[in-house]
């Protein structure tokens, strides 16, 4: 069982900026792909970016078509911390976010929901 916590959550305007950080704990052994996810009313939950934090490849990333460019995730290996670096914010960007531990994160893997563990959210609101 994996642990997460999501802090950083604000409301901020559009082009504006935030950082989310997930602290994670428990069996990570074989959960080794953090991922944030976002999820708007009304709208399906998607995956934003991932990071990989196994032995081998560690620290690759992978980012939705939408974040690419403005969104930077990053582990602190010391804190078991995962960052998400938002910049140039957009209204659209407004949503809960989640971050989640799965096992894989190749081949589209990292964005899909099921078999992960999943953090409570923190809530981000971008005004235009």
């Known amino acids: 069982q994996v642990r997460l916590l999501e802090s950083g959550g604000d409301s901020v305007q559009a082009g504006g900026s935030l950082r989310l950080s997930c602290d994670f704990s428990g069996d990570t052994y074989s959960s080794k792909c953090m991922v944030w996810f976002r999820q708007a009313p009304g709208k399906e939950r998607e995956g934003v970016a991932a990071?990989?934090?196994?032995?081998?490849?560690?620290?690759?990333?992978y980012y939705a078509d939408s974040v690419k460019g403005r969104f930077t995730i990053s582990r602190d290996r010391n804190e078991n911390t995962v960052y998400l670096q938002m910049d140039s914010l957009k209204s659209e960007d407004s949503a809960m976010y989640y971050c989640?531990?799965?096992?894989?994160?190749?081949?589209?893997?990292?964005?899909?929901?099921?078999?992960?563990?999943w953090g409570q959210g923190t809530q981000v609101t971008v005004s235009s």
């Open positions: 990071i990989w934090t196994g032995s081998t490849d560690s620290g690759t990333t």
């Open positions: 989640a531990a799965g096992a894989l994160c190749y081949g589209g893997r990292w964005s899909g929901t099921a078999g992960k563990s």
